[in-house]
């Protein structure tokens, strides 16, 4: 509690000095026109990118803001036609390799600048993801945290606590199984879900950078340091750990096996916390873990997706673009829009204050404190498209015969050897 | 050549057979029985797996409110609506003119235009997806209205000119001959002594194309993206947000979906089934 009241006050000390900030810029009122392109098409997100519209017109009511919100599916084949043609001023897109394309294409704008100073320290723990090439080419403006979802009431039951390392997430798994239920859930149908294990066991086994040069090309599949990831990951299929036929269930089909009782725990986001309520799952029954250390020799780094704002290289008004960036990662700003009204994800300006929401508050210190090796965003962001789908191919494979790795690992080696060049 | 009829096969069969027709119908209906339970339940039925049993709380204010109030629903409707009714006046306009044509006038190439029209049926229309796309965008008519309508017009063209060109041959040409001994000229004889004629004819193809159209869905996904444009039928995925689908929404948009086609169906019941047979037994 007295966490959540200094958070509080930090919170409102930073938006009173950024207030301030704004008061500031406000002498230097905006003009002109602003020509916004964005994602955020389900009904939540398109309120929060409308107010923000709003709220930035009236700190400059002689700007003349045009927000265009494309269907979130439909966005992702437009993009590449909008950047050449008539691009717009501010763009969505998201961190890491996903934006790599169009950094390499030239088509989207350094914008290092307005990182400089303070900027870096209150969104540091996304700084990495933003940074392609030593520098800076958007702004993220929400994430969420990966780890493990469990059954309270089911640990507490057979007297087992949050794990802290490998071992002890093994020996919970072993009593967990031993009392004729499942450790984890899981719905492998769409592969990716598959990939948040991998990302998990081989991030704890081989360390964040050696995860971010294996998603990056730079190392082979058939490395003895891969191999050692999926020995561990093994350890837990012989384990029978996983519910059975998993490949025939969607992530929201593998769900009832946790409500009902038969699996304990899933590896999901936060985005799997509101259909678990929804089901009946209340904060007794339902709580959150980091994923433990295996290796203790490597820092703990996180998945944790993020979403950003860009400025296409061919945009009309780039000033007012900066400005608006900047606007959106204030802090101020940043409680505002992923408060749980809103998005009901994490704010990524450590200024911010986070939702009064138990599985926020933990992610956001997780992320904020207990992540010094960095922060993924995926597997299939992370990796180029056309590797991530083999790969993911290969885990699903993987998880079903776990005999045959050396020959998936072979074909993932021959997809890298193609793939990048 | 015919099955015997039921009445005259031995008790036995008759008692077998109206037993296996409810079992087969349940079953036949049971994905549609799905989702019309799927639609008054709450979401956390299916994260708990209560896919058939008795809703845990009866949604259907709850859902039904949502797709008409909180959600583009009505929008898609619309569209739904303003991109049919345009398509059956001009494609049954469109084919009643050219039915008569090639249905009453003799010319050379009378025979070829119609085996054009007919030919036009047998080309799987999913061949012409990437031309047709690049041709809209083209004209400036992707992700418009009027350019769906356009496609549907001239692709259902061809099947109403078929159909309408049979029936106006079925009727009796003395009509026709004796107007003329009258010295009417051509349109009015078309106006006036053969479109009262085809009113069966016309209110059967309608019903058909409305049904056609209202339900396709191929072409509302390749031709038009987002609210301002897209048809119902596309418009459902929108409960799809970006981590989980919203099936009890999706099941509820279906069945309002379905509704249209389906009223359609009941009140103009005796045209559709004279629809299509009409083309086919002269």
Same mark, same amino acid.
């Given at each position: ?19 301030? =900030? ?83 294409? /030239? ?30 080419? /958007? ?65 704890? #086994? ?18 003895? !340091? ?109 409680? &505002? ?69 050396? !020959?998936?690992?072979?074909? &993932? ?9 | ?34 989702? =019309? ?49 345009? #398509? ?47 041709? #809209? ?6 992700? $418009? ?8 017009? =001239? ?46 004819? &016309? ?20 031709? $038009? ?7 119902? #039928? ?17 099941? =509820? ?24 047979? &009409?083309?086919?037994?002269?």
């Amino acid at each position: 509690m007295t966490s959540l009241k200094s958070k509080l006050l930090a919170a409102i000390a930073g938006s009173t000095m950024l207030a301030g =900030a704004a008061f500031a810029d406000g002498h230097a009122k905006l003009s002109g026109d602003l020509v916004i392109f964005s994602d955020m098409s389900n009904p939540a997100p398109r309120a929060v990118m409308e107010g923000m519209v709003d709220r930035f017109g009236e700190m400059h009511p002689d700007l003349n803001i045009e927000l265009t919100i494309i269907d979130r599916e439909a966005y992702k084949t437009q993009i590449r036609n909008f950047l050449t043609a008539e691009a717009p001023d501010v763009a969505n897109w998201y961190a890491a390799n996903r934006m790599r394309p169009y950094v390499d294409a /030239g088509l989207f704008e350094d914008v290092s600048d307005i990182w400089e100073g303070t900027l870096s320290e209150e969104l540091a723990s996304t700084k990495g993801a933003m940074t392609l090439d030593g520098k800076q080419w /958007g702004v993220p403006y929400t994430y969420y945290q990966w780890g493990v979802y469990y059954r309270k009431d089911i640990y507490e039951e057979l007297g087992l606590s949050e794990p802290n390392n490998w071992e002890e997430f093994k020996a919970n798994c072993q009593a967990i199984l031993d009392a004729d239920k499942k450790c984890f859930t899981l719905g492998s149908k769409f592969l990716w879900t598959a990939a948040g294990w991998f990302d998990y066991l081989n991030m704890r #086994t081989n360390g964040y950078d050696f995860h971010a040069a294996l998603t990056n090309g730079e190392v082979e599949w058939t490395d003895d !340091r891969v191999k050692a990831t999926f020995a561990n990951w093994k350890e837990l299929l012989d384990m029978d750990a996983f519910i059975d036929d998993h490949t025939a269930y969607s992530w929201q089909e593998s769900l009832p096996f946790m409500t009902n009782g038969d699996a304990a725990a899933i590896l999901k986001g936060n985005f799997a916390v509101a259909p678990l309520r929804e089901a009946g799952l209340d904060d007794s029954k339902l709580d959150f873990h980091q994923f433990p250390a295996i290796n203790g020799d490597v820092e703990l780094a996180e998945d944790a997706p993020t979403d950003t704002f860009h400025i296409p290289a061919n945009a009309q008004n780039k000033d007012n673009a900066r400005a608006f960036l900047k606007f959106v990662t204030s802090a101020e700003n940043q409680t &505002l829009i992923n408060a749980g009204d809103a998005l009901g994800q994490l704010p990524v300006n450590n200024q911010s204050s986070v939702d009064d929401d138990k599985f926020l508050q933990e992610g956001f210190e997780m992320l904020s404190s207990n992540s010094p090796g960095g922060v993924a965003q995926f597997f299939d962001r992370d990796a180029p498209a056309e590797m991530a789908k083999v790969a993911m191919e290969g885990f699903q494979e993987f998880m079903v015969k776990p005999d045959e790795l050396d !020959r998936i690992l072979s074909k &993932l080696e021959r997809a890298r050897g193609r793939i990048y060049r | 050549m015919f099955p015997t009829p039921l009445e005259k096969r031995p008790p036995a069969a008759r008692t077998m057979y109206q037993a296996v027709l409810p079992l087969a119908l349940v079953v036949w209906l049971l994905p549609l029985l799905a989702v =019309a339970i799927f639609s008054i339940k709450p979401g956390a039925d299916f994260t708990n797996a209560n896919y058939w049993g008795v809703p845990s709380s009866f949604d259907f204010v709850d859902n039904y409110g949502q797709v008409f109030f909180n959600s583009d629903m009505p929008r898609y409707l619309l569209n739904s609506f303003t991109i049919t009714i345009p #398509t059956v006046i001009g494609a049954v306009a469109l084919s009643a003119m050219a039915g008569f044509a090639l249905g009453i006038y003799r010319f050379k190439a009378n025979i070829w235009i119609f085996f054009m029209f007919v030919a036009g049926n047998f080309v799987p229309f999913q061949i012409l997806m990437v031309p047709v796309r690049d041709l #809209t965008l083209d004209m400036g008519l992707y992700n $418009t209205k009027t350019g769906l309508v356009l496609f549907h017009v =001239a692709f259902q063209t061809g099947f109403c000119t078929l159909f309408m060109r049979n029936f106006i041959r079925a009727l009796p040409f003395e009509l026709i001959e004796a107007a003329r001994v009258e010295g009417i000229s051509e349109i009015r004889i078309f106006w006036y002594v053969v479109l009262p004629l085809m009113k069966p004819a &016309l209110a059967a193809l309608s019903v058909l194309i409305f049904t056609f159209i209202w339900n396709d869905y191929f072409w509302a996904v390749v031709l $038009t993206q987002g609210p301002e444009s897209q048809p119902v #039928t596309a418009g459902i995925t929108a409960f799809n947000s970006e981590f989980r689908a919203m099936y009890h929404l999706m099941s =509820a948009g279906s069945i309002v979906a379905a509704l249209p086609p389906v009223a359609m169906f009941f009140l103009m019941q005796k045209h559709f089934i004279a629809g299509l047979t &009409l083309g086919a037994v002269k």
